[in-house]
């Protein structure tokens, strides 16, 4: 016999099926593969994106929108569950005019809120698209984007309360707000940072970006993410080089740490459009419609879409029917049966009338669906004009995702790594979650000395840290840590992680860290 060793038990780390994660560089920098070793999420953890809308939609994310069961299980036109909103199936939008005003619909308007909620919870190993954070997270839509592309406080407020809400009166598990928007106006105390508090108090994680003007925040504040409230998280950006990115705010008493935030792959609303006579107008696809990237026919006009309205020459071309009279599933049906490749829908009310325009409209159920796509009355009356011209129609997947830079994007990976804290740990304070996430960080030279923490995310030690203070490594904050912390304080033999008593990171343990420890233990934060 040579030599003899430990046999040493190995797990093989997770990597998921998702065809583009290879072009997701951030989530291995962030040690995700690691982290979802031990956890890649669980749908009863709720982040709450509150932003431009959700295309909820979304193949990569519509399994992962949260649904208010008491609204979908109810009357329509009816506040079933008696919030205050009605018809707040799978959340809300608190900014739906240009004056304010609310709908029950938190459809994207921009794309920036689908690519956060893909960063943090698209749905992971599924064989499609990308891979989120949390793979599994419950996401809700909190629409506070206006029309003219601003956030305005009343309606910040506003979506703020409602998570709040929503988790302390309905037991509606939010564990993070993402707010991926900010500007310089704000102070401690305002009717915003009111807002905040309360949902920390509700135990609402609020992660915010550090802003994109590549300034300093301790002497240059950006608001929501520089209030000083214990259940902020402030963001900001760093690079594949584990640099702050160029654009990126900072702040050594005011950022907490960063994240990835350029070149960052994530899903953005599906494009759908309809080319017909060198115009190309724009369509919404149907739910559960099926999918193209582009398929070029002759398109025939179907009626509005009877089975005796489909001529033979429809077959293996595309159908062109008006809406009126039956469901949108039953005119595509109707237009399957008759060998159509593809069904064009268009508006049978002139857009500025109300429900005129383009609509959402659904084919009600999964199924093998073709591609249907719904237009403009104009539009479709344009098409029709012109006989039966060879027509492109397009609704492809591969549209789905691009790739952005920013602080916003940087913010929903803490997010996500918050959900995937609070699945792991689900009866410590949201507090805790927030310190494993801000002492569980990578500590590159690029960050040092702009940042409170000093480091970028990394999402398996976040998951895996024992707190600062947990002196004897049982996994919670108690008497225990308390006098054994005394005791090295008052240079008395004491068991325990010396390096974990030290709370302060001066390199003693002195009375100040006993204070500390005695305000973690009984304040939760």
Known sequence: MERVQLNYRRRPLQVPDDPRYPQQWALPAISAPAAWDIT???????IAIMDSGVDYLHPDLA??????????????????????????????????????ANDNDPMDIDGHGTH???IAAAIGNNGLGVAGVNWRASILPLKSMRPDGYFYDSDLIEAIEYAALMKRRFGVNIAAINASLGDSAGYDGDFL??????????????????????????????????????????????????????????GAASVH????????LSTVPMAAAVTAGGVTSEAEGLEYSGYTDGITRPIYYCGIGNPGDFPPQVSGNLALIQRGTLYFSEKTANAQAAGAAAVVIYNNI??????????????????????????????????????????????SKSSAYSSRDGTSMATP???????????????EPAGRWRERIISGVDKPAGLSGKLISGGRLNLRQALDLFLKGDVNRDGKLDLADALAVLRMSLGLPAEGDRTAADLDEDGQVTARDLAALVGRIGGGY
């Open 63 to 100: 399994a992962n929108i949260w649904k208010n069961r008491a609204e979908w299980e109810g009357v329509d036109g009816v506040d079933d569950d008696g919030n205050g909103y009605v018809d707040d199936f799978q959340g809300y939008d608190f900014a739906a005019t240009s004056r304010g």
């Open 116 to 118: 956060l909620s893909g």
């Open 350 to 395: 002139p857009t500025g009338d109300p429900d005129g325009g383009l609509i959402l409209g659904t084919l009600g159920s999964p199924g093998d669906w073709v591609p249907a796509v719904f237009i403009t009355r104009e539009d479709g009356e344009r098409i029709r004009a012109l006989g039966n011209p060879l027509t492109m129609v397009t609704y």
């Open 40 to 46: 890649a999420g669980d749908s009863r953890v709720v």
């Open 257 to 264: 740490l960063a994240a990835p935030g350029v070149n960052i």
């Open 413 to 427: 990976f803490v997010a996500g790594a918050v959900a995937l804290v609070a699945a792991r740990y689900p009866d």
């Open 193 to 250: 940072s009111q807002a905040i508090e309360l949902a920390g108090e509700a135990g609402i994680i609020f992660c915010a970006a550090a802003g994109n003007q590549g300034r300093n925040n301790d002497t240059r504040p950006v608001y929501p993410a520089s209030y000083n409230l214990p259940n902020i998280i402030a963001v900001a950006a760093s690079t594949a080089a584990d640099s702050l990115a160029s654009f990126s705010n900072y």
